[in-house]
Protein backbone atom coordinates (compact mmCIF):
# COMPACT_ATOMS: atom_id res chain seq x y z
CA UNK A 1 0.00 0.00 0.00
CA UNK A 2 1.30 3.42 -0.73
CA UNK A 3 1.62 6.18 1.79
CA UNK A 4 -1.07 8.73 1.54
CA UNK A 5 0.48 11.70 2.29
CA UNK A 6 -0.96 15.72 3.02
CA UNK A 7 -0.43 16.52 -0.61
CA UNK A 8 -2.43 13.54 -1.53
CA UNK A 9 -5.10 15.00 0.71
CA UNK A 10 -5.22 18.65 -0.47
CA UNK A 11 -5.03 18.70 -4.23
CA UNK A 12 -5.25 22.64 -6.05
CA UNK A 13 -7.74 22.06 -8.78
CA UNK A 14 -11.06 22.88 -10.64
CA UNK A 15 -14.62 22.82 -9.16
CA UNK A 16 -17.40 21.91 -8.80
CA UNK A 17 -16.31 17.87 -7.79
CA UNK A 18 -13.13 16.65 -7.44
CA UNK A 19 -14.65 12.85 -8.23
CA UNK A 20 -16.65 13.93 -11.57
CA UNK A 21 -14.94 17.14 -12.71
CA UNK A 22 -11.04 16.83 -11.33
CA UNK A 23 -10.59 12.84 -11.23
CA UNK A 24 -11.91 12.89 -15.07
CA UNK A 25 -9.87 15.69 -15.82
CA UNK A 26 -6.97 13.58 -14.60
CA UNK A 27 -7.54 10.35 -16.21
CA UNK A 28 -7.49 11.94 -19.74
CA UNK A 29 -4.15 13.61 -18.93
CA UNK A 30 -3.10 10.11 -17.85
CA UNK A 31 -4.05 8.39 -21.00
CA UNK A 32 -2.70 11.12 -23.47
CA UNK A 33 0.45 10.81 -21.17
CA UNK A 34 0.40 6.81 -21.83
CA UNK A 35 0.43 7.51 -25.19
CA UNK A 36 2.72 10.14 -25.38
CA UNK A 37 5.39 7.59 -24.32
CA UNK A 38 4.15 4.81 -26.85
CA UNK A 39 4.68 7.36 -29.42
CA UNK A 40 0.72 6.64 -30.70
CA UNK A 41 -0.44 10.51 -29.66
CA UNK A 42 -0.18 11.78 -33.10
CA UNK A 43 -1.60 8.94 -34.77
CA UNK A 44 -4.76 9.10 -33.14
CA UNK A 45 -7.66 9.76 -36.00
CA UNK A 46 -10.55 9.66 -33.42
CA UNK A 47 -11.73 9.58 -29.54
CA UNK A 48 -14.54 8.32 -27.86
CA UNK A 49 -14.91 8.38 -24.31
CA UNK A 50 -17.59 6.15 -22.29
CA UNK A 51 -18.92 7.57 -19.11
CA UNK A 52 -20.48 4.79 -16.64
CA UNK A 53 -22.61 5.08 -13.29
CA UNK A 54 -22.44 8.21 -11.16
CA UNK A 55 -20.23 9.83 -13.42
CA UNK A 56 -22.79 9.48 -15.44
CA UNK A 57 -25.99 9.82 -14.21
CA UNK A 58 -24.80 13.19 -12.73
CA UNK A 59 -22.41 14.01 -14.70
CA UNK A 60 -23.36 17.13 -17.01
CA UNK A 61 -24.76 18.72 -13.68
CA UNK A 62 -20.89 18.14 -12.39
CA UNK A 63 -19.16 19.78 -15.00
CA UNK A 64 -17.61 16.37 -16.33
CA UNK A 65 -17.92 16.48 -19.99
CA UNK A 66 -15.77 20.10 -20.20
CA UNK A 67 -13.55 18.11 -17.23
CA UNK A 68 -13.09 15.54 -19.98
CA UNK A 69 -12.78 18.03 -23.01
CA UNK A 70 -10.09 20.38 -21.01
CA UNK A 71 -8.48 17.26 -20.12
CA UNK A 72 -7.96 15.54 -23.43
CA UNK A 73 -6.67 19.37 -24.43
CA UNK A 74 -4.02 18.67 -21.91
CA UNK A 75 -4.43 21.74 -19.56
CA UNK A 76 -3.52 21.60 -16.01
CA UNK A 77 -6.13 21.90 -13.82
CA UNK A 78 -3.71 23.30 -10.98
CA UNK A 79 -2.42 26.11 -13.34
CA UNK A 80 -5.44 27.17 -16.28
CA UNK A 81 -6.78 30.62 -15.87
CA UNK A 82 -10.13 30.29 -14.74
CA UNK A 83 -11.34 32.74 -17.01
CA UNK A 84 -10.10 30.83 -20.22
CA UNK A 85 -12.16 27.69 -19.20
CA UNK A 86 -15.27 28.72 -21.02
CA UNK A 87 -13.56 29.88 -24.08
CA UNK A 88 -11.61 26.64 -24.64
CA UNK A 89 -14.86 24.14 -24.16
CA UNK A 90 -17.21 26.47 -26.39
CA UNK A 91 -14.22 26.47 -28.85
CA UNK A 92 -14.32 22.66 -29.11
CA UNK A 93 -18.13 22.82 -28.80
CA UNK A 94 -18.16 24.91 -31.70
CA UNK A 95 -15.71 23.71 -33.82
CA UNK A 96 -15.97 19.98 -33.09
CA UNK A 97 -12.52 19.52 -33.49
CA UNK A 98 -10.21 19.33 -30.30
CA UNK A 99 -6.25 19.67 -29.85
CA UNK A 100 -5.12 16.44 -28.27
CA UNK A 101 -2.80 16.56 -25.59
CA UNK A 102 -1.73 20.02 -27.58
CA UNK A 103 -0.25 18.39 -30.48
CA UNK A 104 -2.95 17.76 -32.94
CA UNK A 105 -6.54 18.46 -34.22
CA UNK A 106 -9.07 15.54 -34.20
CA UNK A 107 -12.84 15.70 -34.85
CA UNK A 108 -14.17 15.46 -31.54
CA UNK A 109 -17.91 16.73 -31.23
CA UNK A 110 -18.59 16.27 -27.29
CA UNK A 111 -21.86 15.56 -28.18
CA UNK A 112 -21.76 12.30 -29.83
CA UNK A 113 -17.92 11.63 -28.66
CA UNK A 114 -18.89 11.72 -25.05
CA UNK A 115 -21.39 8.74 -24.23
CA UNK A 116 -23.49 8.79 -21.24
CA UNK A 117 -23.97 4.84 -19.69
CA UNK A 118 -26.52 4.70 -16.80
CA UNK A 119 -24.63 0.93 -15.97
CA UNK A 120 -21.92 0.68 -13.37
CA UNK A 121 -18.63 -1.11 -13.78
CA UNK A 122 -17.89 -3.29 -11.29
CA UNK A 123 -15.02 -1.50 -9.45
CA UNK A 124 -16.29 1.42 -9.11
CA UNK A 125 -18.96 3.37 -9.35
CA UNK A 126 -17.32 6.33 -10.71
CA UNK A 127 -15.90 4.69 -14.00
CA UNK A 128 -15.12 6.05 -17.22
CA UNK A 129 -13.35 4.36 -20.93
CA UNK A 130 -11.04 6.12 -23.32
CA UNK A 131 -10.83 4.85 -26.50
CA UNK A 132 -8.49 5.52 -29.03
CA UNK A 133 -8.96 4.82 -32.81
CA UNK A 134 -5.17 5.40 -34.84
CA UNK A 135 -5.22 6.30 -38.14
CA UNK A 136 -4.28 2.62 -38.81
CA UNK A 137 -7.35 1.12 -37.14
CA UNK A 138 -5.50 -0.08 -34.55
CA UNK A 139 -7.42 0.56 -30.75
CA UNK A 140 -5.66 1.93 -27.46
CA UNK A 141 -8.50 1.78 -24.93
CA UNK A 142 -8.00 2.32 -21.18
CA UNK A 143 -10.45 1.89 -17.92
CA UNK A 144 -9.92 4.55 -15.22
CA UNK A 145 -11.81 4.86 -12.06
CA UNK A 146 -12.52 7.82 -9.87
CA UNK A 147 -12.32 7.22 -6.43
CA UNK A 148 -12.78 10.52 -4.43
CA UNK A 149 -10.78 13.26 -3.76
CA UNK A 150 -9.28 13.65 -7.10
CA UNK A 151 -7.49 10.32 -6.75
CA UNK A 152 -7.72 8.06 -9.77
CA UNK A 153 -6.70 4.75 -10.98
CA UNK A 154 -7.07 2.21 -13.47
CA UNK A 155 -7.67 -1.51 -14.43
CA UNK A 156 -3.88 -2.84 -13.88
CA UNK A 157 -3.41 -0.58 -10.87
CA UNK A 158 -6.27 -0.33 -8.31
CA UNK A 159 -4.50 1.36 -5.78
CA UNK A 160 -4.05 4.84 -6.08
CA UNK A 161 0.03 6.25 -6.94
CA UNK A 162 0.20 8.74 -4.43
CA UNK A 163 2.80 9.78 -2.70
CA UNK A 164 5.36 6.86 -4.24
CA UNK A 165 6.91 5.33 -0.79
CA UNK A 166 5.39 2.64 0.50
CA UNK A 167 4.15 2.23 3.99
CA UNK A 168 7.27 -0.13 5.17
CA UNK A 169 9.88 2.65 4.42
CA UNK A 170 8.67 5.25 6.45
CA UNK A 171 9.70 6.65 10.13
CA UNK A 172 6.15 6.40 11.15
CA UNK A 173 4.06 4.01 9.16
CA UNK A 174 0.03 4.28 10.23
CA UNK A 175 -3.00 3.21 8.30
CA UNK A 176 -5.10 3.42 11.49
CA UNK A 177 -5.82 5.44 14.55
CA UNK A 178 -4.41 2.88 16.74
CA UNK A 179 -1.49 2.63 15.27
CA UNK A 180 -1.13 6.68 14.90
CA UNK A 181 -1.57 7.23 18.46
CA UNK A 182 0.92 4.64 19.55
CA UNK A 183 3.70 6.70 17.91
CA UNK A 184 2.50 9.97 19.28
CA UNK A 185 2.47 7.97 22.59
CA UNK A 186 5.44 6.20 22.26
CA UNK A 187 7.72 8.77 20.86
CA UNK A 188 6.13 11.87 22.90
CA UNK A 189 5.03 13.76 20.10
CA UNK A 190 2.36 15.43 18.41
CA UNK A 191 0.64 14.55 15.59
CA UNK A 192 1.59 17.57 13.31
CA UNK A 193 5.56 17.05 14.34
CA UNK A 194 4.96 12.89 13.55
CA UNK A 195 3.15 13.59 10.34
CA UNK A 196 6.00 16.14 10.10
CA UNK A 197 8.94 13.71 9.98
CA UNK A 198 7.00 11.43 7.11
CA UNK A 199 7.01 13.99 4.86
CA UNK A 200 10.62 14.95 5.49
CA UNK A 201 11.58 11.24 4.37
CA UNK A 202 9.82 12.38 0.62
CA UNK A 203 10.72 16.15 0.08
CA UNK A 204 12.65 18.43 1.74
CA UNK A 205 11.82 21.52 4.40
CA UNK A 206 11.48 24.01 1.72
CA UNK A 207 9.42 21.60 -0.80
CA UNK A 208 7.02 21.20 2.15
CA UNK A 209 6.42 24.41 3.18
CA UNK A 210 6.20 25.84 -0.42
CA UNK A 211 3.59 23.73 -1.04
CA UNK A 212 1.50 23.77 2.02
CA UNK A 213 2.11 27.72 1.09
CA UNK A 214 0.76 27.07 -1.98
CA UNK A 215 -2.48 25.07 -0.55
CA UNK A 216 -2.96 27.80 1.83
CA UNK A 217 -2.70 30.79 -0.66
CA UNK A 218 -5.19 29.03 -2.67
CA UNK A 219 -7.66 28.16 0.26
CA UNK A 220 -7.66 31.59 1.57
CA UNK A 221 -7.86 33.33 -1.94
CA UNK A 222 -11.12 30.59 -2.72
CA UNK A 223 -12.77 32.52 0.23
CA UNK A 224 -11.87 35.73 -0.42
CA UNK A 225 -13.40 35.92 -4.07
CA UNK A 226 -16.53 33.89 -2.60
CA UNK A 227 -17.08 36.90 -0.05
CA UNK A 228 -16.64 39.60 -2.85
CA UNK A 229 -18.55 37.80 -5.63
CA UNK A 230 -22.07 38.57 -5.85
CA UNK A 231 -24.39 37.03 -8.45
CA UNK A 232 -26.36 33.54 -9.30
CA UNK A 233 -24.43 30.44 -9.56
CA UNK A 234 -24.13 28.56 -13.14
CA UNK A 235 -26.40 25.27 -13.67
CA UNK A 236 -30.05 26.49 -14.08
CA UNK A 237 -31.14 25.50 -10.13
CA UNK A 238 -30.47 30.02 -10.13
CA UNK A 239 -28.99 29.80 -6.44
CA UNK A 240 -28.00 33.36 -5.30
CA UNK A 241 -24.53 33.83 -4.12
CA UNK A 242 -24.87 34.40 -0.13
CA UNK A 243 -21.81 34.30 1.56
CA UNK A 244 -21.42 37.82 -0.39
CA UNK A 245 -24.90 39.37 1.38
CA UNK A 246 -23.61 38.03 4.68
CA UNK A 247 -20.17 39.44 4.25
CA UNK A 248 -21.39 42.92 3.31
CA UNK A 249 -23.55 42.60 6.48
CA UNK A 250 -20.68 41.43 8.93
CA UNK A 251 -17.94 43.48 7.35
CA UNK A 252 -19.44 46.61 5.46
CA UNK A 253 -17.64 47.91 2.29
CA UNK A 254 -14.27 47.72 2.49
CA UNK A 255 -10.78 47.95 0.55
CA UNK A 256 -8.36 45.34 0.08
CA UNK A 257 -5.58 44.64 -1.71
CA UNK A 258 -5.49 41.14 -1.51
CA UNK A 259 -6.94 38.26 0.67
CA UNK A 260 -3.53 38.90 3.15
CA UNK A 261 -4.78 42.43 3.89
CA UNK A 262 -8.44 41.44 3.98
CA UNK A 263 -7.82 38.75 6.88
CA UNK A 264 -6.08 40.86 8.89
CA UNK A 265 -8.89 43.69 8.56
CA UNK A 266 -11.06 40.84 9.97
CA UNK A 267 -8.63 39.63 12.71
CA UNK A 268 -8.63 43.53 13.80
CA UNK A 269 -12.62 43.51 13.65
CA UNK A 270 -14.35 42.85 17.50
CA UNK A 271 -16.54 39.98 16.20
CA UNK A 272 -19.74 39.57 18.60
CA UNK A 273 -20.17 35.77 20.31
CA UNK A 274 -23.24 35.77 17.91
CA UNK A 275 -21.82 36.43 14.99
CA UNK A 276 -19.00 33.73 15.12
CA UNK A 277 -21.06 31.31 13.66
CA UNK A 278 -22.47 33.60 10.93
CA UNK A 279 -18.49 34.32 10.23
CA UNK A 280 -17.79 30.11 9.59
CA UNK A 281 -21.09 29.38 7.78
CA UNK A 282 -19.79 32.29 5.52
CA UNK A 283 -16.44 31.03 5.30
CA UNK A 284 -17.74 27.49 4.61
CA UNK A 285 -19.95 29.30 1.90
CA UNK A 286 -18.13 31.36 0.08
CA UNK A 287 -15.48 28.30 -1.00
CA UNK A 288 -18.05 25.75 -2.24
CA UNK A 289 -19.93 28.81 -4.14
CA UNK A 290 -16.52 29.34 -6.17
CA UNK A 291 -16.74 25.92 -6.43
CA UNK A 292 -19.56 25.47 -8.03
CA UNK A 293 -18.75 28.36 -10.64
CA UNK A 294 -16.22 26.55 -11.71
CA UNK A 295 -13.01 28.14 -9.35
CA UNK A 296 -10.01 26.97 -7.78
CA UNK A 297 -9.75 25.45 -4.67
CA UNK A 298 -8.07 22.79 -2.76
CA UNK A 299 -9.42 19.53 -2.30
CA UNK A 300 -10.16 18.33 1.27
CA UNK A 301 -10.82 15.76 1.03
CA UNK A 302 -12.91 16.47 -1.55
CA UNK A 303 -14.14 19.17 -4.09
CA UNK A 304 -17.95 18.95 -2.54
CA UNK A 305 -16.09 19.66 0.90
CA UNK A 306 -13.45 22.05 0.35
CA UNK A 307 -15.30 24.60 2.53
CA UNK A 308 -15.13 23.10 6.07
CA UNK A 309 -11.16 23.06 6.56
CA UNK A 310 -10.82 26.05 5.59
CA UNK A 311 -13.90 27.45 7.62
CA UNK A 312 -12.62 26.16 10.53
CA UNK A 313 -8.86 27.22 10.30
CA UNK A 314 -9.88 30.54 9.71
CA UNK A 315 -12.41 30.54 12.71
CA UNK A 316 -9.30 29.60 14.83
CA UNK A 317 -7.05 32.91 13.33
CA UNK A 318 -10.34 35.24 13.86
CA UNK A 319 -11.68 34.35 16.73
CA UNK A 320 -8.88 31.80 18.80
CA UNK A 321 -5.57 33.18 18.16
CA UNK A 322 -5.06 36.19 16.14
CA UNK A 323 -1.21 35.78 17.32
CA UNK A 324 -1.22 32.61 14.78
CA UNK A 325 0.67 32.28 11.70
CA UNK A 326 2.45 29.95 8.95
CA UNK A 327 3.49 27.84 11.48
CA UNK A 328 0.18 26.72 12.91
CA UNK A 329 -1.47 26.54 9.44
CA UNK A 330 1.06 24.16 8.66
CA UNK A 331 0.39 22.02 11.81
CA UNK A 332 -3.35 21.85 10.49
CA UNK A 333 -2.66 20.79 7.60
CA UNK A 334 -0.72 18.16 8.86
CA UNK A 335 -3.06 16.98 11.28
CA UNK A 336 -6.08 16.96 8.62
CA UNK A 337 -3.95 15.22 6.03
CA UNK A 338 -3.39 11.99 8.56
CA UNK A 339 -6.62 12.14 9.79
CA UNK A 340 -7.77 12.38 5.85
CA UNK A 341 -5.67 9.74 5.00
CA UNK A 342 -6.90 7.15 7.96
CA UNK A 343 -10.51 7.12 6.39
CA UNK A 344 -9.23 7.05 2.82
CA UNK A 345 -7.60 4.03 3.74
CA UNK A 346 -10.13 2.74 5.76
CA UNK A 347 -12.96 3.48 4.48
CA UNK A 348 -13.46 5.82 1.13
CA UNK A 349 -13.76 9.56 0.37
CA UNK A 350 -16.27 8.73 -2.37
CA UNK A 351 -20.10 10.15 -2.01
CA UNK A 352 -20.30 7.75 -5.10
CA UNK A 353 -19.13 4.80 -2.79
CA UNK A 354 -20.42 6.28 0.12
CA UNK A 355 -22.54 9.21 0.68
CA UNK A 356 -21.85 12.47 1.80
CA UNK A 357 -20.89 11.03 5.03
CA UNK A 358 -17.61 10.13 2.85
CA UNK A 359 -17.12 13.91 2.29
CA UNK A 360 -18.81 16.55 4.45
CA UNK A 361 -17.98 13.66 7.30
CA UNK A 362 -14.47 13.03 6.49
CA UNK A 363 -13.90 16.89 5.99
CA UNK A 364 -16.17 17.79 8.90
CA UNK A 365 -13.10 14.97 11.28
CA UNK A 366 -10.24 16.93 9.45
CA UNK A 367 -11.43 19.89 10.69
CA UNK A 368 -12.16 18.96 14.44
CA UNK A 369 -8.77 16.90 14.63
CA UNK A 370 -6.93 19.90 13.50
CA UNK A 371 -8.37 22.35 15.30
CA UNK A 372 -7.98 20.22 18.65
CA UNK A 373 -4.27 19.59 18.35
CA UNK A 374 -3.65 23.78 17.73
CA UNK A 375 -6.09 24.21 21.22
CA UNK A 376 -3.18 22.51 22.90
CA UNK A 377 -5.06 19.16 22.77
CA UNK A 378 -3.60 16.03 22.99
CA UNK A 379 -2.91 13.30 20.09
CA UNK A 380 -5.48 11.44 21.83
CA UNK A 381 -8.18 13.90 21.97
CA UNK A 382 -7.60 14.92 18.49
CA UNK A 383 -8.19 11.26 17.60
CA UNK A 384 -11.42 11.70 19.68
CA UNK A 385 -12.66 15.01 17.85
CA UNK A 386 -12.60 13.81 14.39
CA UNK A 387 -14.06 10.55 15.94
CA UNK A 388 -17.08 12.48 16.97
CA UNK A 389 -17.32 14.81 13.90
CA UNK A 390 -17.78 11.48 11.85
CA UNK A 391 -20.26 9.59 14.43
CA UNK A 392 -22.52 12.72 13.60
CA UNK A 393 -22.56 12.75 10.16
CA UNK A 394 -22.51 8.93 9.83
CA UNK A 395 -25.24 8.05 7.03
CA UNK A 396 -25.35 11.40 5.18
CA UNK A 397 -26.67 10.80 2.21
CA UNK A 398 -25.49 12.56 -1.01
CA UNK A 399 -28.66 13.74 -3.29
CA UNK A 400 -27.73 16.68 -5.21
CA UNK A 401 -30.62 18.71 -6.56
CA UNK A 402 -30.16 18.49 -10.61
CA UNK A 403 -26.81 16.64 -10.03
CA UNK A 404 -25.22 20.32 -8.84
CA UNK A 405 -23.01 20.49 -6.33
CA UNK A 406 -25.25 22.84 -4.96
CA UNK A 407 -27.99 21.93 -3.12
CA UNK A 408 -27.71 20.88 -0.34
CA UNK A 409 -24.09 20.72 -0.71
CA UNK A 410 -23.02 24.27 -0.06
CA UNK A 411 -25.05 24.93 3.11
CA UNK A 412 -23.71 21.25 4.04
CA UNK A 413 -20.19 22.62 4.18
CA UNK A 414 -21.41 25.51 6.67
CA UNK A 415 -22.91 22.84 9.02
CA UNK A 416 -19.88 20.56 9.04
CA UNK A 417 -17.67 23.03 10.31
CA UNK A 418 -19.60 23.93 12.57
CA UNK A 419 -20.13 20.06 13.47
CA UNK A 420 -16.27 20.04 13.37
CA UNK A 421 -15.54 23.20 16.41
CA UNK A 422 -18.91 21.28 18.45
CA UNK A 423 -16.80 17.94 18.51
CA UNK A 424 -13.30 19.46 19.23
CA UNK A 425 -14.77 21.64 22.06
CA UNK A 426 -16.38 18.56 23.51
CA UNK A 427 -12.84 16.38 23.44
CA UNK A 428 -10.99 19.11 24.83
CA UNK A 429 -13.34 18.70 27.74
CA UNK A 430 -13.16 15.49 27.46
CA UNK A 431 -10.61 12.40 29.14
CA UNK A 432 -10.47 9.86 25.89
CA UNK A 433 -9.82 7.18 28.37
CA UNK A 434 -13.37 7.37 29.01
CA UNK A 435 -14.65 7.28 25.16
CA UNK A 436 -16.84 4.49 24.15
CA UNK A 437 -16.29 4.54 20.36
CA UNK A 438 -12.86 5.12 19.07
CA UNK A 439 -11.94 6.46 15.73
CA UNK A 440 -10.87 3.09 13.87
CA UNK A 441 -14.35 1.97 14.73
CA UNK A 442 -16.09 4.95 13.55
CA UNK A 443 -14.55 4.57 10.33
CA UNK A 444 -15.17 0.86 10.23
CA UNK A 445 -18.81 2.04 10.80
CA UNK A 446 -19.08 4.58 8.20
CA UNK A 447 -17.89 1.70 5.65
CA UNK A 448 -20.29 -0.65 6.60
CA UNK A 449 -23.39 1.92 6.38
CA UNK A 450 -21.80 2.60 2.98
CA UNK A 451 -21.94 -0.80 2.09
CA UNK A 452 -25.81 -0.82 3.33
CA UNK A 453 -26.89 2.40 1.79
CA UNK A 454 -29.11 2.49 -1.02
CA UNK A 455 -27.15 3.52 -4.66
CA UNK A 456 -30.15 6.38 -4.48
CA UNK A 457 -28.42 8.39 -2.03
CA UNK A 458 -24.91 7.86 -3.67
CA UNK A 459 -24.16 10.84 -5.99
CA UNK A 460 -26.91 9.11 -8.83
CA UNK A 461 -29.93 11.98 -8.27
CA UNK A 462 -32.10 9.16 -7.94
CA UNK A 463 -32.93 10.06 -4.88
CA UNK A 464 -33.58 12.00 -1.35
CA UNK A 465 -33.74 15.74 -2.45
CA UNK A 466 -32.67 15.48 -5.71
CA UNK A 467 -36.33 13.50 -6.33
CA UNK A 468 -38.57 15.46 -3.82
CA UNK A 469 -36.99 18.48 -5.24
CA UNK A 470 -36.62 18.72 -8.74
CA UNK A 471 -35.19 21.60 -10.99
CA UNK A 472 -38.65 22.59 -11.35
CA UNK A 473 -39.36 23.80 -8.02
CA UNK A 474 -36.03 25.57 -8.62
Same mark, same amino acid.
Given at each position: ?17 S ?15 E ?24 G ?9 I ?15 I ?5 N ?28 F ?7 L???A??I?G??F ?8 ? $? ?15 E ?11 I ?14 Q?V?D ?27 L ?13 V??R ?23 I ?17 A ?21 A ?11 I??N??AG ?13 ? $? ?22 S ?24 I??E???G ?30 L????D ?21 M ?5 E ?15
Amino acid at each position: MEYIGVFDMFKVGVGPSSSHTLGPWVACRLWIDEMEKMEILRQVGDVEVHLFGSLSRTGKGHGTDMAIILGLLGADPETIPIGEIKEMVDNVNGTNTLLLGGCDNIPFCPKSNIKFHKEFLPFHSNGLTLDATLISGAKFSKTYYSIGG $GFVVDDEHRVPLCSSREFASLPFPFKKGIELLAFCEDRNMSISQLVMDNELSLRSHNAINEGLGKIWDTMLNSVYLGCHVPGVLPGGLHVKRRAYKIHLDLMGNGSYSDSREWIDAIRATPIKFRQIVLWVSCFAMAVNEENASFGRVVTAPTNGSAGVVPAVLLYYLIVENHRAGFEEVKKFYLVAGAI $GSIFKLGSTISAAMGGCQAEIGVSSAMAAGALTELMGGTPAQVLMAAEIAMEHHLGLTCDPVGGLVQVPCIERNSMGAIKAINASELALNSDPKNAKVSLDKVVLTMWKTAEDMSSKYKETAEGGLAITVGMADC
